[in-house]
């Protein structure tokens, strides 16, 4: 079983490229969901999609853009990067609503220079 | 103050004792609590959910809830070396909001 799959898993970018993370979960699951992960900081919601069709903002939206092309896939997009968005990205997938399991994407570690 | 507070760590425990971890939240309101594994440069991974008041106890891992005093814990028996990893709690509203996460507390345990 794949689960859920992220790619790339490392990526540098220059400040002011683009680009895309690309996440797919074959669990049939309705929800899925874009983090970030800072040093002390935890995980920040960056945006989500309830079901397919849906997406909205989360704590820090900002920078980002996203995609639910179809049930499987959930792309984020930073348009103009910025050093400030160098993190871990990670994707995530859960059955239902935000108090089921949530089943995580290995990460993608961004470093914008 | 953060809505989900843990203690950073490192948490050092010798083997085979019984690791504590601990977080606190501030709205009142809160009603699922998650508690997920993340190990070194690896992905977070569900342990236990909670929802009442109390103790659950699943294999080693026992998560407990204190809803009046806003507080949910972790406890590991018989400790492991596999065990040494980052503990992340998570806790939401309810199904219509998201879930707020803790920094985590690293737990290190020594053979």
């Known amino acids: 079983n794949a689960g859920v799959t992220q790619t790339p898993k490392f990526q540098v970018l220059k400040t002011g490229q683009s680009m895309t993370l690309q996440c797919a979960q074959d669990?049939?699951?309705?929800?899925m969901y874009w983090y970030r992960q800072d040093p002390g900081m935890g995980l920040r919601l960056i945006y989500y999609?309830?079901?397919?069709?849906?997406?909205d903002k989360g704590e820090v939206p900002n920078g980002y853009n996203v995609s639910r092309l179809n049930k499987r896939e959930f792309s984020l997009r930073l348009e103009s990067a910025a050093p400030s968005q160098t993190s871990v990205y990670f994707c995530?997938?859960?059955?239902?609503?935000?108090?089921?399991?949530?089943?995580f994407g290995q990460g993608t570690r961004l470093t914008v220079v | 103050q953060k809505e989900v507070e843990q203690n950073s760590g490192p948490l050092s425990v010798p083997e085979g004792a019984i690791a504590s971890l601990n977080c606190t939240y501030s709205?009142?309101?809160?009603?699922?609590f998650f508690w997920y594994r993340q190990y070194s440069g690896k992905s977070p991974e569900l342990i236990m959910s909670?929802?009442s008041n109390g103790d659950k106890e699943d294999g080693r891992f026992t998560a407990q809830l204190n809803k009046a005093s806003q507080y949910v814990s972790l406890l590991i028996r018989d400790s492991q070396p596999s065990d040494s990893a980052t503990y992340l709690c998570?806790?939401?509203?309810?199904?219509?909001?998201?879930?707020?996460w803790g920094a985590g507390t690293k737990l290190i345990i020594k053979p």
């Open positions: 669990m049939n699951h309705n929800s």
């Open positions: 909670i929802y």
């Open positions: 995530a997938s859960s059955e239902g609503s935000w108090n089921t399991e949530a089943f």
């Open positions: 999609s309830a079901s397919e069709g849906t997406t």
């Open positions: 998570a806790v939401n509203r309810d199904s219509n909001y998201q879930l707020i």
């Open positions: 709205d009142r309101v809160s009603q699922s």
